[in-house]
């Protein structure tokens, strides 16, 4: 009786998922991004088709790299991919942002609490929020020169090297103090 339970909840977890997966084929990427709770502006304007596996992994195909203004300027590559779950994407390839004249790819845009107003974009060291209000629609991407990421990143790995440092400071002051008190 249980394992007749537990077929019937996974068949109707298929098809539901399913059913999402067929109906992003008959609705557009903006759509989709709705429906996973996030707004519709995260991609720009110009999306010439876009794919969406059963496991959330999606892939996106704009016309032509270009630039859209928000409160900070995000530039998308021409083909945009990552993993689409509920109130995020994660693995996000093909989007870099600015920030104070530098570059950083970003690599995971969440929403934790929808009300709150917030989104956050991931740079991987740091997260960055903005008003969730900024994305409501998509923007019009402008071709524009692609982001030199050599700074953006030389400040990533810089920061990631720091902390590490810092932990590794940390872990070994806690080691002595213990090795001291025995």
């Known amino acids: 009786m ?3 339970h537990h077929f019937l909840i996974r068949l109707s977890s298929v098809l539901i998922f ?8 008959d609705s557009s990427i903006y759509d989709v991004l709705k429906q996973h709770g996030l707004p519709m502006g995260l991609l720009p304007k110009g999306i010439s088709n876009f794919s969406l596996d059963s496991s959330g992994n999606f892939e996106v195909n704009l016309d032509r790299a270009c630039n859209a ?28 942002a600015q920030d104070l004249f530098l ?62 440092g810092k932990l590794r400071f940390e872990f070994d002051q806690n080691n002595v103090a213990r090795t001291t008190s025995l």
Not at 18 to 25: I, K
Not at 79 to 88: E, M
Not at 146 to 160: A, F, K, N, Q
Request: with cysteine; charged share 20%.
């Open 2 to 4: 249980q394992s007749l």
């Open 18 to 25: 399913s059913s999402m997966v067929l109906a992003s084929n």
């Open 69 to 96: 203004k928000f409160e900070n300027e995000l530039h998308y590559d021409r083909n945009v991919s990552g993993t689409l779950r509920f109130g995020q994407i994660d693995g996000l390839t093909g989007v870099t």
């Open 103 to 164: 570059w950083f790819p970003v690599i995971e845009i969440r929403v934790d609490i929808p009300s709150s107003g917030l989104i956050y974009f991931d740079v991987g060291v740091v997260s960055k929020q903005f008003s969730l209000s900024s994305f409501e629609t998509p923007r019009d991407c402008l071709a524009g020169p692609g982001p030199d990421l050599r700074d953006g990143r030389h400040v990533v790995e810089t920061v990631s090297k720091i902390m590490s």
